[in-house]
């Protein structure tokens, strides 16, 4: 299977081990990634709440240096997913603006190809391989799947059922681990809202971990690099200012996708998480 690759920035930066582990999970499923020539900012939340025609823009060219290589494209991050998708969804039904935005872009976006999550395209193109390929099981891994907000909303774009996904859990599963049941699997955490107000997107991550160890959870995996710092690095404020005592090791699906694989933890940066999750894979063998 061959995709055109849309990175993102935080890929570069506070996401890096998502990418790493990414493109190393993809290369062992013999999916090829090819990087979209030239990308540059998809606007993520900053350029919607600013400007529809801007944040259109920002991904209608990135969706036309796609198409030049002939691909779908997919994106790892939920944020960039959702952008290109929704950019996707909204030109493709209205000619007049797609010619309005190629004007600004002075790119040729035509809407002739598909936007995947790269959940969607391990998912399909994975199969049952999964499972013969898992040369170390996740057993005694019980995760929370958590998909957030952006994979499932809004409707028309949807990677998965928005009320109960399962897409992720599938392959969990598959690789041995235990998923649980519980009812935060697509609630918000705060996002990028941690920059004008820690005090809300701590209230509604902590009852994220709150929940996830009510359902007997060992840990979270998500595919969403806004959702993973949240969950990860704001659990020690969590503790200090609630005086919990949550110490809940947090994945990327694609990190745990490798760990059972059987790639170096370094190389799909299991090492640099905040939250030090080497003693739970230790525990598990």
Same mark, same amino acid.
């Given at each position: ?33 090819? #990087?979209?020539? #030239? ?9 919607? *709440? ?8 920002? *991904? ?31 030109? *493709?039904?209205?000619? #007049? ?62 990677? #998965? ?125």
């Amino acid at each position: 299977m061959n995709y055109s690759y849309f990175p993102g920035c935080c890929h570069h930066t506070s996401a890096r081990e998502y990418d790493l582990s990414t493109r190393l999970v993809c290369k062992n499923l013999g999916i090829n990634l090819t #990087d979209v020539p #030239d990308w540059s900012c998809c606007g993520s939340t900053a350029a919607h *709440s600013t400007s529809r025609l801007l944040a259109l823009a920002l *991904s209608a060219r990135n969706l036309a240096l796609a198409e030049e290589t002939g691909l779908d494209v997919t994106a790892a991050c939920a944020a960039c997913y959702q952008r290109l998708a929704l950019a996707r969804h909204e030109l *493709s039904g209205d000619g #007049d603006l797609m010619k309005k935005v190629n004007k600004i872009t002075g790119k040729k976006y035509r809407g002739d190809i598909k936007v995947k999550s790269i959940l969607d395209v391990v998912h399909e193109s994975a199969g049952d391989q999964l499972e013969t390929m898992a040369v170390k099981p996740l057993k005694g891994l019980k995760v929370a799947c958590y998909y957030g907000c952006l994979l499932v909303r809004p409707g028309e774009i949807s990677a #998965d059922d928005p009320e109960n996904p399962r897409k992720m859990d599938i392959i969990m599963e598959k690789l041995g681990a235990r998923t649980v049941e519980w009812g935060y699997k697509t609630e918000c955490c705060g996002a990028s809202l941690a920059v004008s107000n820690e005090d809300i997107v701590i209230q509604l991550v902590e009852k994220i971990i709150r929940n996830a160890v009510l359902a007997g959870a060992n840990s979270i995996v998500t595919a969403c690099p806004l959702c993973h710092f949240n969950l990860d690095v704001r659990q020690f404020k969590i503790n200090r200012n609630l005086g919990t005592g949550y110490r809940l090791p947090v994945f990327y699906f694609t990190q745990l996708m490798g760990v059972a694989l059987g790639l170096n933890f370094a190389d799909i940066g299991v090492y640099s998480h905040f939250v030090n999750p080497t003693k739970l894979l230790r525990s598990i063998g």
